[in-house]
């Protein structure tokens, strides 16, 4: 009798747990590679290894105190306002690694204008910077300092906890962008809805687990895709920005 109602509910409980986990894996798979192997085993290092270290990632007060501090500097327009991104946040997945936008997705022909502006601001500052793959995706490639352009002497301490790489476009899934901005720039992007911090922005347990591997500093970001030739802009003036910072202030075609 009581293996009568025991197996049943045994069954059930494996169901219920079994059904949201092929669902958050399917989700998984959706975003496209980067960061973790493409793969069942990539999820489960995602979902229950980096994804429980995240971090909270709009509150600006850490970048407030650095402001305070003395930490002003700003190359996003820095003599106006950044502007208000329209139609709210978009939705992000649950996943630490990769970091994806789920909605607010831009269209194919706005995805390749973003892709040649980004090649195109490279192209033109290739004293200061390469294109290769990248350190944090893989399978795509980043803009990275280059050493006779950008010594590392002249960098800032952020610059070299993310080895150099500048910026890297999510090129086989969402173009949305990772890259690194000044704590005013950081705190400017979030107040505008641009953009959001990564989950392991500013993590020190996760650099200590990982033994320095992945030590993003707080202000390492996720600016959202663009969604028309406008946001395209403003993407690339936070573009810019980043390796001005990144560079020690250098001054940088546009």
Not at 103 to 112: F, M, R, V
Not at 114 to 133: C, G, P, S, W
Not at 146 to 165: D, I, N, Q, W, Y
């Amino acid at each position: 009798m009581v293996s009568n109602i025991l197996i049943p509910a045994i069954s059930i409980c494996l169901l219920a747990s079994i059904i949201p986990a092929y669902r958050d894996y399917q989700l998984f798979m959706s975003y496209g590679p980067g960061g973790v192997p493409h793969n069942a085993l990539g999820w489960l290092r995602s979902r229950f290894i980096a994804t429980p270290f995240g971090r909270e990632m709009f509150d600006t007060r850490e970048y407030q105190d650095k402001i305070n501090a003395g930490e002003t500097v700003t190359y996003i327009f820095p003599e106006e306002e950044l502007s208000q991104r329209k139609g709210g946040t978009p939705q992000v997945g649950p996943h630490a690694i990769p970091q994806r936008q789920m909605s607010h997705l831009p269209d194919e022909d706005t995805k390749q204008k973003l892709r040649e502006a980004f090649d195109m601001f490279a192209a033109k500052n290739a004293n200061l910077v390469k294109m290769a793959t990248s350190f944090y995706e893989t399978h795509t490639d980043a803009m990275w300092l280059t050493e006779h352009g950008v010594p590392l002497s002249s960098r800032p301490p952020e610059a070299l906890a993310v080895r150099g790489e500048v910026a890297h476009v999510h090129g086989t899934s969402d173009h949305s962008l990772h890259l690194l901005l000044s704590p005013a720039d950081a705190k400017k992007v979030i107040d505008a809805g641009w953009g959001q911090r990564h989950a392991f922005s500013g993590a020190k347990l996760v650099a200590m687990v990982t033994r320095g591997k992945i030590a993003l500093p707080g202000s390492y970001m996720l600016i959202y895709a663009p969604r028309n030739t406008k946001e395209i802009e403003i993407v690339m003036e936070i573009v810019k920005a980043s390796l001005q910072y990144m560079s020690g202030g250098l001054d940088v075609r546009h």
